[in-house]
């Protein structure tokens, strides 16, 4: 996610709960060799990658969410949070969105506003589509091409609406040239020049270069249309006006949120969506552990966040209800990075004498175990992103022979930088992430086995983008290495590590290529992809970009993440789905019973 992209926070809000090594070995058992299937719950992972009880679903009743965060932003331009832009397919459309799908046919994307995906031509830089009939606000008035250009272009008025996703931005006006619909002088403030509404139902995207990901960008939920008079700007996120079947009732930020059905939705109109239930709300808790009891009491359906249950609910779910529970792969990969502006991580042998040094087990162990924590990470390409290999590829033999570390690979590696007594750095970590003050002590403890003395510097968690995102910032204080995680936008190699390893995006503030990598291969691999039209090809530049990222040694990896996440028994044709990085795709949720 560009200069807007703010790592860790994005797509997901972060599991905050410490993880204690005595409640791993019952997470690690699972309480038993039964699925735990009882009182009307689909078994355990029997909604991971594939749909629990689809046929039990009705028509009616409250869908009752619970979260420990609020949504950075329901405005549909400014939300970053995965959990936010999955809840936005409510109350928003778009020309194109990601199918209601299992696993990996899930991140495909199929049309929704549109009569049908997108016709592309000169070369892969012109996309046309056509609106199809009856599509309406709540209000009743049809959605036109214009109000689908608009909502597009407030992506450009970060002054006013800071955050979210800028890959239109990007991808349309490269230069920069437009200035947003508010400073647009354009009598009809629809002034930005790369597209073309012709008609009220016909709307023409013409890109300067050719991006192989345009339509995937499209499906995000910043390419919503917004109509002009509704547009409330900073205060749209209060009462976003809705082209969904639901609309909002009321909202208190913080505290609790109500959708109900938008009568003006047509059925017909909407290939995606089902509208099961009547009613839709979100209570939001302080505390993660109320949130869990709460969930295994059977007052709240599901959790907003889809971060996983924290250590004292997990274990109680695991022990006593492992039926509603699915242990997906997140997307997201944690990991250790290296600023190569900090010394001696300027030279690759003394970032290899991290990778070498670590205990990997132990790390794994901090993050939640193999169920709660995640596989062993052996590299930086998630599990969704076509081109990824998995703990196939395991260039420093993280997960095999090197998984509890290796101090004399480590010690080569400290002679070959110039450092064969070791030498002293900074840890820098976020002080509101528990998991990850834990993974950065594993590492400490480790790194000082082979003579690398790791200080641990832990950091306003809310202040990312300017400590961690400020290069300056991170040479000052000496941080050697930054723990940080991150999942992809899109599951594409562009929407994963475009903002991380690209030396485009090495920005003075909001910065997310710590490692500061420039590499003129990485670099034209990237703009390689992008002119890529070929499935195919674009895997295998994909996995070629992995390869030399790895090589640099500007990464430790720590695990492929993975959640234990809770489904009430009252819910039906449930499902995880690699769109939004195996959270439950909420918009077809149903229930069992109309009551």
Known sequence: MTTQRTSGRRKQALAAAAVVAGLLTTAAC???????????????????????QASLAKKGGTLKFGGAQDADSWDTTRGYYGFAWNFMRYYSRQLVTNKTSAGADGAKVTPDLATGLAKITDGGKTYTYTLRDGV???????????????????VWAQDVLSGGPTYLKDFLDPDGKYQGPYKDKSADHLGLKAIDTPDDKTIVFHLPKANADFEEVLALTSASPVRQDKDTKAKYTLHPFSSGPYKFASYSPGKDLTLVRNDAWKQSSDPVRKAYPDKITVKFFSNANDLDQRLINGDIDLDLNQTGMSPQGRTVALKQHKGNLDNPVSGYIRYAVFPQSVKPFDNVHCRNAVIYGADHVSLQTARGGPVAGGDIGTNMLPPSVPGAEGQKYDPFQIAGANKNGNAAKAKEELKACGKADGFSTTIAVRNNKPVEVATAQSLQASLAKVGIKAEIDQYDGSQTPGIIGSPSNVKKKGYGIIIMGWGPDFPTVQGFGLPLWDSKYISQSGNNNYALIKDKKIDGLFDQYVNTLDAGKKTEIATEINHKVMEGGYYLPFTFEKFINWRSDRLANVYTTDAYSGMYDFVNLGLKSSK
């Not at 299937?37 to 355990?44: D, E, L, V």
């Not at 309406?136 to 407030?154: A, Q």
Request: aromatic letters at 8%; glycine letters at 20%; a negative charge.
């Open 136 to 154: 309406t606000w709540e209000d009743g008035k049809p959605i036109t091409s214009k109000d689908v250009k608009y909502g597009i272009e407030r």
């Open 30 to 52: 699972g309480g038993g060799d039964s699925d735990g299937s009882k009182n009307g719950a689909a078994g355990f992972d029997a909604a991971n990658n594939k749909v629990a």
